[in-house]
């Protein structure tokens, strides 16, 4: 099997704009190189189950489409952690919707060499246009019951109801055109710059993100050389 010529701390980063499928190529690397899987977006909906006042706030934030700040995002982060150095046995974890900023590029690198992660580090950008994101993210749903997004592309269009839970979908109410433009210009003043910054220390590995799903994933594994 090739993933047990990996070294002990994989860590794999996937970046990329709303829409670009990156959830979904980040749960098939998960699979494919049996590694943990850390979605921003999954640690804070876990976390404002907790009815605490960062939980309750996690809860206004998110329904309202804004966003979770990054001290939160760490505390639960490094928790997550610890908790990997307790584990036996772990092939690596792969990040997904983190970091957003430089600020979390640089607090993320720290935390890695803490914890002494990151030797083997992949940052993967999927590439999409602003234009192809915001056609994407008009059509795509939300399951009502786990929060999980899915994504307008291949299968994933034709589900009627959640894949993972059988919830019912919906479209998310700042789905329209302006809530997405909005989201996309934080991506181009935020994240853009975050995208720069691995670029510049030749971490990189660029994606063409407007392809099918399968041949988004050959290419991942062709160009992360595993
Ligand atoms: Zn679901």
């Not at 919707?97 to 992949?122: H, V």
């Not at 989201?183 to 030749?202: A, D, H, Q, S």
Request: hydrophobic share 35%.
């Amino acid at each position: 099997m090739r993933h047990s010529k990996l070294k002990k701390s994989l860590v794999i980063i996937v970046l990329g704009p709303q829409g670009s499928g990156k959830g979904t190529q980040a749960e098939l690397l998960a699979k494919k190189f049996n590694l943990e899987y850390i979605g921003s977006g999954d640690l804070l909906r876990a976390r404002k189950k907790k009815k605490d006042f960062t939980g309750l706030k996690i809860s206004r934030v998110m329904t309202a489409g804004g966003r979770v700040a990054t001290p939160v995002i760490f505390k639960i982060w490094m928790d997550k952690l610890e908790e990997f150095k307790k584990k036996s046995k772990l092939n690596g974890f792969i990040i997904d919707g983190s970091p957003r900023t430089i600020l979390e590029a640089e607090m993320l690198e720290q935390a890695l060499d803490w914890y002494e992660y990151g030797k083997d580090k992949k940052i993967i950008f999927i590439n999409i246009s602003p234009k192809e994101s915001i056609w994407r993210l008009t059509k795509r749903r939300v399951c009502r019951r786990c929060g999980q997004n899915i994504p307008f592309i291949g299968e994933f269009r034709k589900l009627l109801k959640c894949n993972k839970c059988k919830g019912d979908l919906f479209n998310r109410a700042d789905d329209t055109i302006e809530g997405i433009k909005k989201r996309l210009e934080w991506f181009e003043t935020e994240v853009r710059p975050t995208i720069n910054y691995y670029k510049k220390r030749g971490e990189l590995i660029k994606i063409n993100g407007e392809q099918p799903i399968e041949k988004i994933f050959k290419d991942i594994l062709e160009k992360i050389k595993l």
